[in-house]
């Protein structure tokens, strides 16, 4: 069983930055998707960037697009959101995800099949 634990959450002003981490244990295939999501207060979940592990392709959310990179430590199994320049309306709690297994760039939420706990964004201006 995939288990996905996040950290790197935190409160911090407008054009600050922040890197969230996710620590992937229990995975058994080398080709699938991970990625992050985010859900802000009353809104439906969405996707925010999502990386391929067979080929390192990656999707980014036109929003962050620019500002946010994400990056994977095959060695250390961990996922990496760098977030910079970060606005009021990125405040959301964000999610790791995976898809395993998958054979290509996986972008809708419902694709997958391993969700970790959360952490809390919060952006002030």
């Known amino acids: 069983q995939l288990q996905l634990v996040e950290s790197g959450g935190g409160s911090v002003q407008a054009g600050g930055s922040l890197r969230l981490s996710c620590a992937a244990s229990?995975?058994?295939?080398?080709?699938?998707?991970m990625g992050w999501f985010r859900q802000g207060p009353g809104k439906e979940r969405e996707v925010v960037a999502v990386i391929y592990t067979g080929n390192g392709s990656a999707y980014y959310a036109d929003s962050v697009k620019g500002r946010f990179t994400i990056s994977r430590d095959n060695a250390k199994n961990t996922l990496y959101l760098q977030m910079n320049n970060l606005k009021p309306e990125d405040t959301a709690i964000y999610y790791c995800a995976a898809a395993f297994p998958s054979w290509l760039l996986l972008v809708q939420i419902d694709r997958y099949n391993y969700w970790g706990q959360g952490t809390q964004v919060t952006v002030s201006s």
């Open positions: 229990g995975l058994t295939y080398s080709r699938g998707c």
